[in-house]
């Protein structure tokens, strides 16, 4: 059932971009140790004044770039496989990179995207940008992201999906970090749908016997 979960994911990630940009988790951290500051509400910016970079534009990335144009965001894609879309393409993965304030993840691992992102890439991003990971866990050099969270040259760093998983290192205890245990495809709604197509297909399959 390929795609049953692409919408799941796609909310996860635009939910991920807007926790980083609005620094969710550090205002949680914040209140729960009783500060309540709303003095630097210039640091927090709205989704459609960033360039989102989408790597892999099959169901879960073209999902992302439709939601994300909802947002006003300015898209665009690198995906040598894919045909024409409407999403406007990069050339190659460092032309996407050098144009791209949040970079999103999404292509299934593969030797060619093994550690696809590492610490040359990573570089390319403007300071200050985001990177998510929501595709697959050795798709993405991880440490090197943690090392350009740490030094600051991203500004929020979102894993839903890890290398190893699930982690074996302690991951820092930072609010510009956000972890899920790859949940990003688990919703009710999924369950239920991909529960339904499985008694479709059995029933199908039986009919014809």
């Known amino acids: 059932m390929p795609g049953i979960n692409a919408n799941a994911v796609a909310e996860l990630v635009i939910g991920f971009m807007i926790a980083m940009t609005r620094t969710v988790p550090f205002y949680t951290r914040e209140i729960v140790r009783g500060a309540f500051n709303r003095d630097d509400c210039a640091t ?4 459609a004044h960033f360039r989102l970079g989408i790597v892999g534009l099959g169901q879960v990335g073209s999902r992302v770039g439709r939601l994300a144009s909802a947002f006003g965001m300015k898209i665009v894609a ?4 894919i ?9 190659s993965l460092d ?3 050098e144009q791209t304030d949040i970079l999103t993840l999404h292509v299934p691992l593969t030797e060619e995207t093994r550690r696809m992102i590492g610490a ?11 990177l998510i990971n929501a595709a697959r866990g050795e798709v993405l050099d991880q440490q090197a992201a943690l090392d350009a969270l740490a ?20 991951l ?5 970090l956000i972890l899920t245990p790859h949940v990003g495809g688990c919703s009710h709604e999924v369950k239920t749908t991909a529960g339904a197509k499985v008694f479709e297909k059995i029933a199908e399959f039986y009919a014809t016997r």
């Open 44 to 47: 927090r910016h709205e989704l």
């Open 78 to 81: 690198y995906d040598p496989y």
């Open 83 to 91: 045909g024409a879309t409407e999403t406007p393409r990069a050339k």
């Open 95 to 97: 032309e996407l990179l």
């Open 120 to 130: 040359r890439e990573i570089a390319k991003l403007a300071q200050g940008s985001y």
């Open 151 to 170: 030094r600051g040259h991203l500004a929020g760093l979102a894993l839903d999906v890890f290398d190893p998983e699930p982690p074996v290192a302690p």
């Open 172 to 176: 820092p205890d930072d609010p510009r």
